[in-house]
């Protein structure tokens, strides 16, 4: 019986394979949701949103195309998404991406975490989840900082397993060892038995 996350892993999978590859990022895809409060199988989920790194002019990431691309569609400016996002009784909204939200980012634009966090401001409850298919490699930034920083500003997040090998493989596509990158980052996390 498989996890009920994983089609929405699969749908940011193949927005991340719509990603130009880079040595320089990661390819990684995301979908913003809004899900009925106690629906087990998701029946109601209705998606708001999708981004893959690049998408949009820029040296953009997959979560920030996410919110620009709605951002877009209710005209507001980017920083101001959190404002147009559906408040609705009973259902929250769910973010799923392949990889770990950034907590920092080498280019010193601002971190998908932040963004993230902006969308719970001025009383809104903004994004209550995120799940994600692999904490973000160290070949950037070293040891993550994206859950421990979704975690300080009060946002749920949670890692779903099995993916992992398929995730890593369209992210590392650009880069120049990308094999030996994969096994090394698979090597990374500690295997445990449900992941195997
Ligand atoms: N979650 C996530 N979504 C993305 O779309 C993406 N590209 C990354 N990548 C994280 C990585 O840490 C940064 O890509 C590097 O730190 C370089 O930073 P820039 O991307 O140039 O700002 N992470
Ligand atoms: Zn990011």
Redesign the pocket.
Known sequence: KTSPHIPYLKQCLSLAEQSPPRP???R?GAVLLSRKDNDPTFTDDRILSTGY?MELAG?T????CCFSNYAAVHKVPDDQVGEVLPVEPGRKLIMY?T????G????G?AP?VQRITQTTEGGREGIHKVYFGVK?PGT??GESEGCRMLTEAGIEWEHVGGLERDILTVAFAGHENAAEEVTTALGERETNVDDI
């Open positions: 320089t990022n990661f990684v790194t040296n990431h997959a979560e920030q991406v990889m770990e939200p950034c920092k980012r080498l280019s634009n998908c973000e950037f930034v």
